[in-house]
């Protein structure tokens, strides 16, 4: 049950991305979205810990902003993905990137405090 939860609060999150960052857009219904939910999901179970284990030292340097950036690869990542599965989701740039991952991790943290236990 807690896979389908996370995976409705990642769609949730990149759902708003998508509607509030510039840069961030998706065209699609809700089945690919979930798909590109799913895809997020995965990057940031598998990949993220990697990157973030490969950059400690610049995440110490820079206070812990530098796991920002990391987010960031991560949905662009997830964009690249997405595009070669024809999911319909795109993020143009680093900078939409970047604040597309912000909001992102605010709406799902907020959404994971509402929904936990």
Same mark, same amino acid.
């Given at each position: ?5 996370? !995976? *409705?609060?990642?769609?949730?999150? !990149?759902?708003? /991305? ?7 857009? &998706?065209?699609? #219904? ?9 895809? &997020? #999901? &995965? ?7 990697? /990157? ?12 812990? *902003?530098? @796991? ?8 662009? *990542?997830? @964009?690249?993905? @997405? ?9 143009? #740039?680093?900078? /939409? ?7 992102? @991790? !605010?709406? #799902? ?9």
């Amino acid at each position: 049950m807690t896979f389908v939860v996370r !995976l *409705l609060v990642n769609a949730a999150a !990149l759902w708003v /991305a998508a509607r509030i960052v510039p840069g961030v857009k &998706f065209v699609g #219904g809700w089945l690919p979205f979930l798909g590109v939910a799913l895809v &997020f #999901g &995965f990057i940031n179970a598998f990949l993220r810990p990697i /990157a973030k284990f490969l950059t400690f030292p610049l995440i110490i340097l820079t206070l812990g *902003l530098f @796991s920002l950036v990391v987010n960031g690869l991560m949905l662009w *990542l997830t @964009s690249v993905l @997405s595009g070669a599965l024809d999911l319909g989701f795109h993020v143009r #740039g680093f900078w /939409a990137a970047f604040f597309g991952a912000l909001v992102v @991790s !605010l709406v #799902g943290t907020l959404l994971s405090m509402m929904i936990a236990d």
